[in-house]
């Protein structure tokens, strides 16, 4: 059997890599070359006339040509063929995501070095690698998250996902949470010859601070807070309605109110001028 029980998997750090090194990557060729395809294809009309406006003669006899105006269209062209462009991507890599997924179906679970499910997991990285990166270059807001959804990738309403990386498969993120800059979710660990792969569930109203990274298995429970620099280990479930920090994460604080954190400040900026009065009376009375 290539799949084997996740407590049989036994990690001494954590190593989480996107990247695999093989021809497979080509597929962005692919991809670039249909998105060119594309956009030549809708716009030889407009080609056509403004070679005919340039010499007088048409390179397309079959096609009608336009006026003078059409000059002024010129910019309005190379912006839309742009996002023409990278909609095209989008969608052809959407497709191509979908019929691997038909033709040998994602599974958790811990798997050998050269198995289907490593050669396909690395297959469909690279399907989503290229147009995750058109998506988060376009000048569009929450465009990158349709590009999650179309994936199959269950992102709810009102989620803010900022720069980050986010895998393209078994990774679900509720309503209302937001990720931070520099983050990692990852539901796949490479460890020297193995894969793991395990689902992860981000719960209502998280937030995902900056530079973390969230490992395969973890659960944030709703209101969860997974704090700055901090990373969790591979099944780790984080308790909603707390602020979790550590590396990997270790240690659990309250989420207080404004009011309660100034209360808690000035009690402590109390009891720290208390200790320094102590301090000095012991001084002086040992001058005395």
């Avoid at 009690?267 to 720290?272: G, N, W």
Wanted: hydrophobic share 45%.
């Amino acid at each position: 059997m290539q799949n084997s029980e996740n407590s049989q998997f036994k990690i001494e750090y954590i190593s989480t890599s996107g990247v695999y090194k093989t021809p497979f990557t080509l597929i962005i060729l692919l991809q670039f070359f249909i998105g060119c395809l594309v956009v030549i294809s809708i716009n030889l009309w407009f080609y056509n006339d403004l070679f005919f406006l340039l010499t007088g003669k048409r390179f397309l006899s079959f096609l009608l040509i336009g006026q003078w105006w059409e000059w002024l269209l010129l910019p309005l062209n190379i912006y839309g063929n742009l996002l023409l462009f990278a909609f095209s991507v989008i969608l052809f890599s959407a497709f191509l995501f979908k019929v691997l997924n038909k033709i040998y179906p994602p599974r958790e679970g811990v798997f050998e070095k050269g198995s289907k499910e490593w050669k396909y997991t690395h297959r469909r990285f690279w399907m989503a690698y290229f147009p995750i990166w058109l998506a988060r270059s376009l000048p569009l807001p929450w465009s990158d998250i349709f590009v999650y959804r179309f994936l199959g990738v269950h992102i709810g309403k009102n989620v803010v996902a900022y720069e980050g990386y986010i895998d393209p498969e078994f990774v679900e993120i509720e309503d209302y949470t937001m990720t931070s800059l520099n983050i990692c979710i990852f539901s796949h660990l490479i460890y020297h010859d193995k894969i793991l792969i395990k689902r992860v569930k981000i719960g209502k109203t998280c937030i995902v601070g900056p530079q973390t990274i969230i490992s395969p298995g973890t659960i944030l429970q709703d209101g969860a807070i997974l704090g700055v620099n901090s990373y969790t280990w591979v099944n780790q479930i984080l308790d909603g309605d707390f602020i979790h920090v550590g590396t990997p994460v270790n240690k659990k604080l309250q989420i207080q109110s404004v009011e309660e954190s100034i209360k808690k400040a000035e009690r402590i900026k109390e009891e720290s001028q208390k200790k320094i009065n102590n301090t000095d009376k012991k001084i002086i009375g040992a001058n005395r």
